[in-house]
């Protein structure tokens, strides 16, 4: 089974600085990754993906994310950190088999970004 | 901008009591998924329909819950009764087809069982 680890519960950063919030995946084959941002008794929302092609991918938001396969991480970063950007945040892999298609989500991780 | 649209957004029920979730996806997503999220967790995949069949409802506990997509459009999620540990929010979402595109979820159902 395909998985994705992100192992910091919590990460805490001064507005105006950069960010990062990483995440490690586990899969046979090529991976899909994406990462979603969730808010307080709100859905996900989607930020970005990796499917193929060149290993930064920019998304919503002012966010990117680098895709490493020698090192399985897919950190998602973004250069300069907003109050607004605090929220909870998943790194998720899609997991294909035959024609049921599935994402497998980490257990999240906490962005708290102060003044 | 199209919506995965979701009711009730909260609902509090007494356990062993039926409850029952609504889900309209996005208009021409033909795969919908259901997903439980417990406090503190990310969501776990319940069932996912690829129009109105189930394709993955390996992990949907099958003695209490049931979903059902009869026209391949709306779709409802029943558990039948509730107990205590299935306080949780419940995500749906959805795809415009099965392998190209990232999922868009809807804002939830919090589900609290007294």
């Known amino acids: 089974a395909q998985s994705v680890a992100q192992p910091e519960d919590q990460v805490n950063v001064a507005e105006g600085n950069p960010l990062t919030v990483k995440c490690t995946y586990s899969?046979?084959?090529?991976?899909?990754l994406f990462w979603y941002v969730q808010y307080p008794n709100r859905g996900l929302q989607f930020l970005l993906k990796?499917?193929?092609?060149?290993?930064l991918v920019k998304g919503s938001y002012g966010f990117e994310a680098e895709f490493n396969k020698s090192q399985t991480s897919f950190h998602l970063k973004k250069p300069s950190a907003l109050v607004s950007d605090s929220a909870l945040y998943f790194c998720?892999?899609?997991?294909?088999?035959?024609?049921?298609?599935?994402?497998?989500f980490g257990t999240g991780t906490r962005l708290q970004v102060t003044l | 901008e199209a919506e995965v649209a979701q009711s009730p957004r909260y609902k509090i029920t007494e356990k062993s009591q039926a409850v029952a979730f609504w889900c309209d996806p996005i208009?021409?997503?033909?795969?919908l998924y259901w997903y439980r999220q417990i406090l503190g967790q990310g969501p776990e995949l319940l069932v996912q329909?690829?129009?109105?069949?189930?394709?993955?409802d390996s992990q949907l506990p099958k003695d209490r819950f049931s979903a059902e997509r009869l026209k391949g459009v709306d779709s409802t999620l029943k558990i039948q009764p509730a107990e205590l540990g299935d306080s949780a929010m419940y995500l749906c979402?959805?795809?415009?087809?099965?392998?190209?595109?990232?999922?868009?979820f809807g804002q939830g159902t919090r589900l609290t069982v007294v």
């Open positions: 998720a892999v899609r997991e294909d088999t035959g024609t049921a298609s599935k994402l497998t």
């Open positions: 979402a959805s795809r415009p087809t099965l392998f190209n595109t990232e999922a868009f």
């Open positions: 329909f690829q129009d109105e069949s189930v394709v993955d």
């Open positions: 208009s021409g997503h033909a795969t």
């Open positions: 990796y499917i193929t092609g060149d290993n």
């Open positions: 899969v046979s084959g090529n991976p899909y």
